[in-house]
């Protein structure tokens, strides 16, 4: 992912096809090391493609995957069932809460001590 961000940078940067070492150039520049192979081979992939056809796949791609979802309708019972459980921890908490205002005031020690 890292060289094609580079790749993408290099482009928006004024390079239309950019070399190995445009890249390895971006990349050292925020401390990271190139493999040569994993760089030659992306290089070789998006050779010849223009950014916006790339995107363009890429989105068609990303259309037909699941994002997930559908698991609301069976979150909301058990989160219906746990309303009342909750307002007691709400009722503990406030209680916490006035008890320890009166700890807050020498924040836990003394002047003295």
Not at 17 to 42: F, H, M, R, W, Y
Not at 48 to 62: D, F, N, P, Q, V
Not at 65 to 74: D, E, F, L, T
């Amino acid at each position: 992912m890292r060289y094609v961000a580079a790749y993408l940078l290099a482009v928006i940067g004024g390079k239309a096809s950019p070399t190995q070492n445009d890249i390895e150039k971006i990349l050292s520049s925020v401390g990271i090391e190139a493999d040569a192979e994993k760089l030659k081979k992306v290089i070789a992939s998006l050779e010849g493609k223009s950014i916006e056809e790339l995107i363009a796949e890429g989105r068609s791609k990303l259309s037909s995957m699941p994002v997930g979802g559908g698991g609301a309708a069976a979150a909301a019972a058990p989160a219906a069932a746990a309303a009342p459980a909750a307002e007691e921890k709400k009722e503990d908490k406030k209680a916490a809460k006035e008890d320890s205002e009166s700890d807050d005031d020498d924040m836990g020690f003394g002047l003295f001590d």
